[in-house]
């Protein structure tokens, strides 16, 4: 199973003072941050899209370009681009891009995003919202497979023996597809026979198997060798040395951002229960030590049959220092536990 950390680039706001920390600094701590995971041995890193105030990354692929130059190893991916406010052969000529400069390591995750500013910021509309993903989606798949394009779609003209430059380095761009709950995603993504990895950031986790299962089903009903199924999830996570000392001060860290977002979404206060519930057996946080966060990935690891596990660390903006702490017993201590029991 691969191990790996997913960020959104969230921006620290000092909950005194109200002071937003610059989107130049977090793009400094987070190659910082990147280069210690490639160091240890983490298998991926995925960077987010938001256009946002409270997040510094809008353009994914040009951090994973820099990253791309300061690391060796690590696999370099979005976590996600919103593919149905984009220009696709733009995204794939940027990806390639990246795989040119980091000799292989490139990838996209592809999903409808969590938050909706980009779609007036770029001119579509939100009634197009599953359609606009599908036939970009599609299009995306087109490049990737074909050195040749003709294509027609109903969102853009057409295209007509066109080729793409330049070409990534490996033989094609592995595309992942993230989804929450939606089960019209999840066929689509099993259908064409794409890794898909589940993003499971509230209630118990054992609520979504049966999307797995459907996933499983239609992967295998259309063709496509269960040995090449990939399957992951993205879940909320931070470590420490002492499980109840990281989860008393990764908590209002934690929930100021919950009730940021809440706040536009018409959510009730993000309580202590909720996180404490969170953290507990049947809960989607795993924030705690090294030996509880093992039992956990473990546990989801052989409850879903996973292929790949992404610890969704940066939520909140943790300090910088906890951030680099919280990566370095991720690597040291969680992955290589992870990776002998699963071998």
Known sequence: MELGIGMFGDLHIDSKTGYTQTPQQRMSEIIEEVKLMDEIGLDFFGIGEHHRPDYAV???????AALSTVTKNI????????IS????????????????????????????????????LFGYDLNDYDALFDEKLRLLLDLNNNEVINWRGNFRMPIINQSVYPKPVQEKLPIWIAVGGTKSSIVRAATLGLPIIFAIIGGNPADFNYLFEIYKQVYIENGHDIKTMQIG??????????SEKVAEEYFPIYGAQMNRIGASRGWPKYTKPQFDYGRSTNGHLIVGDASLAVDRILKYQEMFGLTRFSAHMDVGAPNHLDMM??????????????KEATK
Not at 87 to 109: C, H, T, W
Not at 233 to 242: C, I, P, T
């Open 325 to 338: 702490k919280s990566i370095e017993i991720f690597g040291k201590d969680i992955l290589p536990k992870v």
């Open 85 to 120: 406010s984009t220009d696709p052969v733009k995204l794939y000529q940027d990806f390639a891009s990246v795989d040119n400069l980091s000799n292989g390591r490139a990838e996209i995750m592809a999903g409808r995003g969590s938050f909706i500013e980009s779609f007036p």
């Open 58 to 64: 809008s353009s994914p692929e040009i951090i994973l």
């Open 233 to 242: 999830v993205h879940m909320h996570s931070f470590f420490g040395e002492d």
């Open 75 to 82: 696999k370099l991916g979005s976590a996600v681009s919103v």
